[in-house]
Each structure stands twice: as C-alpha cells, then as structure tokens.
C-alpha cells in the first residue's frame, strides 16, 4: 500500500548496523511505499551509504546521509542523529572507527558475561545473527541470538531479562559527550538532532531544560519530534521546544525491521510519514550554517 507522497522519514537502519534490510531493500522498499526521501541513519556506522546512495538513484529517491550516535554527559545518556553531512569527512570517520573499537571491546565482555550464566550463546553466534555486511554488533544481536537458542521468545523479552540497563549482559559502551558529538557533525557540515526525545528517562521538566542548554551551549540543531513511538501530546510538546528553543524539527520511523517488528518504515506520525518540508528546513539551515562560516 503506497503512502501518500512526497512523505519521507529521516531514522532508518539497515544491516550495516541493527536492521534486518540491506541499504539495497531498505531503499527498495522505501521506493515502494511512495516515500520521495529517505535517511538511512545507522549506528556509528557510515558503511551502508554508498550502496544506499547508488540504489537511491535508480529508484529516483533521495538519499539522506545519516548517522545515529550514542552521548552521554553528566546530565545523563541520548541519541544524536547527524544529516546531511560529508562522509568522506576525515575526522567523522575517524571518531566512528574509535567507537566501533569500543563497541567490539563491549561485545566480548557480554560474550563472557553470558559464558558466566551458561547460557548457550557465543559470540560466533552473535556475529551470525548480525550478518557479514554488518560493521556493527548490538545488543539487538544479542537478542536474535538468545532467540535463535529458544532462551527467549522476542526481542523484547531479551532485552527485559539480559540486556536492558542493569540487566545481567548489560555493559556500558564508550561514548562521546553531546558537545563532543555535535561538534563532530558540525565539522563534517552537517546538521546535530536530537532523536526521539520521549524516550529519554527525565521528567517533562528536567528535559526542557536539558533540550534549552544543549541549543544555547552546545550547539544542538534539532529535536526529532516526529517520531513513530510518540504520543499526539509528546509530539505537540516537543514541537513548542523546538519553537522555543529555535530548534529544526524532524521526523523518523526509527525502522530496523525484524528487531522492531511493531515500527514500519515510513510510518511516523499519525499513521503517515514525516512531511518532505522538513527535509528544506534542514537544507536551509546548513546552507545558512555554511554562509556564516
């Protein structure tokens, strides 16, 4: 079923990090439900945008580089979407290999934690489960790997008895401060948003004022208010932020596929993707980024 044009949705990952669809399906797929643009935002990865950006082009669909990063400060731990960026940029690469090292290091030492409980899982099969294009283990992984040895019955469920924050497998990853982050994208010319703001654990509150001091002293460009787990009244809270705090707004699905089986692509807001105006605001924006430099 088509939805209706020109709808985009800026949050998707293939399996070049956690989603189940190659950059090839995802835009394939992206194409056939109508969207006319499309983000692919893989976490600490950039690996899957040239064969995203050559498919995007047979298909006709515009192709968004994207990134999804994990911050954390002492005000606690989000997601940063960057768009629009140059991948070729030496230092964003750089700092992405850097994380992945970090990641790698993380894996094994929840390979051995799970080894600790006996459970019948190695790492090899976690590596399986994520594929040979993926350039990044998660947790997800993890999770699909857990399911394939019948120690649980969904995602979900892995992720509530092993694999959430304080769980028995959970291990922190390195990570860099949003100032950090931001800085990163900015300095690849691109623009820093924060993603789906309603999952983040402060009191309605504690993250107004948190979203207030990343825009004035860090640079934040955007608030991802759009977002396909938002309630209406989360959507209309995050857009008078986004008024108030002159942030860019945007949209996404946060589409992986298989992992997140409830969450459609192109599906982010009241049933119907993100509209493509979005899209214009963020190109003004870099465009006037790029004229004051």
């Known amino acids: 079923m088509n939805i209706s044009a020109p709808g985009i949705d800026l949050h998707a990952h293939t399996t070049a990090s956690d989603g189940s669809l190659s950059p090839t399906e995802l835009v394939q797929k992206a194409?056939?439900?109508?969207?006319?643009?499309?983000?692919?935002?893989?976490?600490?990865?950039?690996?899957?945008?040239?064969?995203?950006?050559?498919?995007?082009?047979?298909?006709?669909?515009?192709?968004?580089?994207?990134v999804?990063?994990?911050?954390?400060?002492?005000?606690?731990?989000?997601?940063?979407?960057?768009?629009?960026?140059?991948?070729?940029n030496g230092p964003l690469q750089e700092t992405l290999v850097h994380i992945r090292a970090g990641r790698a290091a993380r894996n094994e030492q929840m390979a051995q934690k799970m080894a600790a409980l006996g459970l019948p899982v190695t790492m090899d099969d976690v590596r399986t489960e994520a594929g040979e294009d993926a350039e990044v283990i998660a947790r997800?992984?993890?999770?699909?790997?857990?399911?394939?040895?019948?120690i649980v019955t969904s995602v979900k469920e892995a992720f509530d008895r092993y694999l959430a924050t304080g769980k028995p497998l959970y291990m922190p990853k390195e990570v860099l401060t949003p100032r950090d982050a931001i800085a990163l994208i900015h300095g690849a010319g691109g623009v820093a948003v924060m993603a789906h703001p309603g999952l983040i654990a402060l009191s309605a509150e504690a993250l107004a004022q948190r979203i207030g001091t990343l825009a004035r002293e860090d640079g934040l460009d955007g608030l991802e208010a759009y977002y396909s787990q938002h309630s209406p009244a989360d959507t209309q809270r995050f857009l008078?932020?986004?008024?108030?705090?002159?942030?860019?707004?945007?949209?996404?699905?946060?589409?992986?596929?298989?992992?997140?089986?409830?969450?459609?692509?192109?599906?982010?807001?009241?049933?119907?993707?993100?509209?493509?105006?979005?899209?214009?605001?963020?190109?003004?924006?870099?465009?006037?980024?790029?004229q004051g430099e």
């Open 31 to 66: 194409a056939s439900l109508g969207l006319s643009a499309l983000a692919v935002t893989d976490h600490d990865t950039l690996s899957g945008l040239a064969e995203a950006q050559s498919a995007a082009a047979e298909v006709g669909l515009v192709l968004i580089p994207g």
């Open 140 to 150: 997800p992984h993890f999770a699909q790997a857990l399911m394939k040895k019948g």
């Open 240 to 290: 008078a932020l986004a008024l108030a705090n002159q942030l860019l707004v945007t949209g996404g699905s946060d589409f992986h596929g298989t992992p997140k089986p409830h969450v459609p692509l192109g599906v982010v807001t009241q049933g119907k993707p993100a509209d493509a105006a979005l899209l214009a605001d963020i190109r003004a924006r870099i465009s006037l980024q790029r």
């Open 68 to 88: 999804e990063l994990s911050v954390e400060d002492d005000s606690g731990r989000f997601h940063l979407l960057g768009y629009l960026f140059d991948p070729s």
